[in-house]
């Protein structure tokens, strides 16, 4: 099993340019998608189910977005997942056995300054715990100094998924509101240091070609068209009011509301709506979770956001095929109040649309992607 299959490169660029992210994409097998789907489900549920106030850890067994940033004064490098879906940066200082992550290391560090404070996450199989640490955090080339992020020596309830995954921590890209221990979030910090050319970021995800994330500002060379902008219902999760979802045009659901989270690579919804539109596509659940669909089949899901519809083709909604049959990226899952019920758009949507996140003016912007070539 593969896992964490996408390489972030943070590209060095003179301070008050956007900051540009190389993202490298792979693919994986059948197989692996069936396991992944089931990562996924366990690590929605984790994520979206948790009591409040929980952070979000993934189980991360699927295809994932990591790119580097480092802590500490030299800077010590670090993998993580940029992940709109959460708001706390979290490294590593032990690396489970034959895990070979990369740590941090407060004692060789001259800016580290001591918290304490115990950081405390249950998820899936057991905790992960450490605690609270000061230091300097640099993300493609900027400094943001006496930064409060969690560094963790528990992992076990990661599971199998982080230790076989290529990235370390995470870094929650989300709002203020949802971060563990009221900590400020890593771009909130980054805002903070004056440097960013505009509070927003943008991601390419590149489908089977190289993609790109931007601090900072957004790509013209990766999105088409104009943004489509949509407020930002609350500020947790990047959530906006969903007008509508339809299959070949019929409605399919009438959850209000939908977030975008870079740190899932599926599309989730409500259960019961996710087994109608499966009904209607003559898909099987081969394992319980996972959808499996002829993929001769032709059909046309529609996302609509601030009045614009968002159309993802069968191609677009399929991770992988084998013998004529072909998985969808798609998920049942019921969100309990107070955040749910919701969509999450993962990266199937983000791979189709280029997403901004306006972090100044509390809205997301929406365009068609551009399928070009990185210029690096
Ligand atoms: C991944 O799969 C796509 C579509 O099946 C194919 O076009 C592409 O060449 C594959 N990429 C790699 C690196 O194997
Ligand atoms: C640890 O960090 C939190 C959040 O910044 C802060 O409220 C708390 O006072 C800090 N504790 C110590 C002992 O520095």
Request: glycine fraction near 12%; charge should be neutral; hydrophobic fraction near 40%.
């Amino acid at each position: 099993m593969r896992a964490g299959i996408c390489v972030l490169l943070v590209l060095g660029v003179s301070a008050g340019d956007v900051q540009r992210v190389a993202l490298k994409k792979h693919n994986l097998s059948f197989r692996e998608y069936v396991s992944a789907i089931h990562g996924q489900a366990q690590e929605l549920n984790s994520k979206y189910l948790g009591s409040t106030g929980n952070v979000v850890i993934h189980d991360y067994q699927n295809a994932q977005y990591y790119g580097e940033l480092t802590v500490g004064t030299p800077g010590q490098t670090e993998r993580v997942i940029y992940d709109t879906g959460s708001s706390n940066l979290w490294v590593p200082n032990h690396s489970p056995f034959l895990a070979f992550k990369n740590t941090y290391k407060h004692s060789k560090s001259s800016t580290y300054v001591k918290n304490g404070t115990v950081f405390k996450i249950q998820y899936g199989s057991g905790p992960v715990s450490g605690v609270y640490s000061e230091d300097t955090m640099n993300i493609a080339g900027i400094d943001a100094t006496k930064f409060t992020f969690a560094e963790v020596d528990k992992t076990s309830g990661l599971g199998l998924g982080y230790r076989l995954g290529k990235f370390d921590g995470i870094c929650g890209m989300g709002w203020d509101t949802i971060s563990v221990g009221g900590v400020k979030t890593p771009f909130h910090a980054l805002i903070d240091t004056g440097k960013l050319p505009k509070p927003e970021f943008a991601f390419y995800m590149g489908n089977n070609a190289d993609g790109e994330l931007v601090i900072g500002g957004t790509d013209e060379a990766h999105y088409t068209g104009s943004f489509v902008h949509v407020p930002l219902k609350r500020l947790g999760y990047w959530e906006v009011a969903l007008d509508g979802v339809t299959l070949d045009g019929a409605k399919v659901s009438s959850c209000p509301t939908a977030i975008v989270d870079s740190g899932t690579s599926l599309l989730a919804g409500p259960k019961a709506d996710v087994e109608a539109i499966a009904k209607k596509l003559g898909a099987t659940s081969i394992l319980g979770k996972e959808y499996v669909v002829d993929c001769n089949k032709q059909y046309s899901m529609t996302f609509t956001l601030g009045g614009n519809d968002f159309p993802l083709s069968a191609a677009d909604l399929i991770l992988t095929q084998a013998a004529g049959q072909c998985i969808l990226g798609l998920l049942g899952m019921d969100i309990p109040a107070p955040a749910g019920p919701l969509w999450i758009l993962g990266d199937v949507f983000m791979r189709k649309y280029y997403v901004k996140f306006d972090w100044g003016q509390k809205r997301i912007g929406v365009a068609a992607a551009k399928s070009a070539a990185i210029v690096v």
